[in-house]
């Protein structure tokens, strides 16, 4: 959800789909902002990597798609909260879960 916030509001929504992507980011994006580039291309190619697996008995490695800047530039948004109550969460949540718990998290 905060990725998608962020996308809307920096104005560069659909650039995944343009075919000059990534060089419309590198015209559209304010240049503090092009060191989140990576994440904005990552994210969307490890949801669709061939190797990606739902079944977490099955995975190698786990992906958190966690970055604050996106939440911080996505909020006030509907469905995202403030960072430090999005981190809290995820915390939480991290920490009870099992498969995180099965290596201590060094698989994520």
Not at 5 to 11: A, I, L, R
Not at 34 to 52: D, F, I, S
Not at 54 to 64: D, Q
Not at 103 to 108: A, S
């Amino acid at each position: 959800k905060q990725e998608k916030c962020f996308v809307e509001k920096e104005g560069i929504k659909g650039w995944d789909n343009d075919p000059n992507h990534p060089h419309i980011l590198d015209i559209k994006m304010r240049l503090n902002l092009r060191q989140y580039l990576v994440e904005l291309q990552l994210w969307p190619e490890l949801r669709k990597h061939p190797q990606r697996t739902e079944n977490p008995e099955e995975a190698n490695a786990f992906f958190i798609m966690y970055s604050p800047y996106y939440n911080h530039m996505g909020y006030p948004c509907e469905g995202v909260v403030g960072t430090k109550v999005w981190e809290d969460r995820l915390a939480k949540e991290l920490r009870a879960n099992k498969w995180y718990k099965r290596k201590g998290g060094r698989d994520h």
